[in-house]
């Protein structure tokens, strides 16, 4: 594609309820990353994939959190049993393989009631 | 680990006029990348500008010029001819140049810029 892409572009879930949160980075790019940004601050990376390795998942809060990228394009971060603290923007980013320009997806609004 | 500190969280320009965001980071490396994103109220993030550590020069696009001050670990993005447009919250960011686990960007916090008419 031409960008980016992220789905859904808003998410409301009650507490204690699963999320998938979908990104499809541009075609081609090896390298896509995870953060998560809280309102008035600056994302917070949580882990990245080269192809369909994850390379660094240091970023992960807990083990609530994971991510995926099995054919090495498509990738799905899945919250388990989700907290309010969770709630927060969840953005995607990809590039070249060993690219310093990142591109971001719009990302995905979640809210947890 | 690396750190970006941006230590001003708002700041005010008049619309025509000058004004220059600071960012100040910490590493152990000699080569690296550092970067300037803009996110207006779409939440977009849109990149301004980028510098590698081994050039001298300081990156300049349009409007938007950096201060690369490598040795007090110091990069400040300046925005000439202010318009309302410029009107965001900026992120200073720094890469590793290499691939694999250090690869990621790490971001500061932020800082609101508002452009008075």
């Known amino acids: 594609g031409a960008g980016v892409s992220q789905s859904p572009r808003y998410k409301v879930t009650k507490r204690g309820q699963d999320v998938a949160l979908r990104c499809d980075p541009i075609?081609?790019?090896?390298?896509l990353y995870w953060y998560r940004q809280a309102l008035g601050q600056g994302p917070e990376f949580l882990t990245y994939?080269?192809?369909?390795?994850?390379?660094?998942k240091s970023g992960l809060p807990n083990d609530r959190f994971s991510a995926e990228r099995p054919e090495g394009s498509i990738s799905t971060l899945t919250i388990q049993r989700t907290e309010q603290r969770d709630s927060a923007m969840y953005r995607c980013?990809?590039?070249?393989?060993?690219?310093?320009?990142?591109?971001f997806g719009s990302g995905t609004q979640l809210s947890v009631l | 680990a690396q750190t970006v500190t941006q230590s001003q969280p708002e700041m005010s320009v008049q619309e025509a006029e000058t004004v220059t965001l600071s960012c100040t980071y910490d590493?152990?490396?000699?080569?690296?990348?550092l970067f300037w994103y803009k996110q207006p109220p779409s939440r977009q993030m849109i990149l301004v500008i980028r510098?590698?550590?081994?050039?001298?020069q300081n990156a300049t696009e349009n409007r938007f010029s950096v201060n690369f001050q490598k040795a007090a670990k110091s990069f400040s993005l300046k925005i000439s001819d202010s318009q309302l447009g410029d009107a965001a919250m900026y992120f200073c960011?720094?890469?590793?140049?290499?691939?694999?686990?250090?690869?990621?960007?790490?971001f500061g916090k932020g800082i609101t810029l508002s452009v008075r008419p």
């Open positions: 994939f080269n192809y369909e390795a994850q390379q660094d």
């Open positions: 960011a720094y890469r590793s140049p290499y691939t694999g686990a250090n690869s990621k960007l790490t």
């Open positions: 590493t152990s490396e000699s080569d690296y990348y």
């Open positions: 980013a990809s590039s070249l393989m060993g690219g310093e320009k990142l591109f």
């Open positions: 510098q590698e550590a081994y050039k001298q």
């Open positions: 075609s081609g790019h090896v390298s």
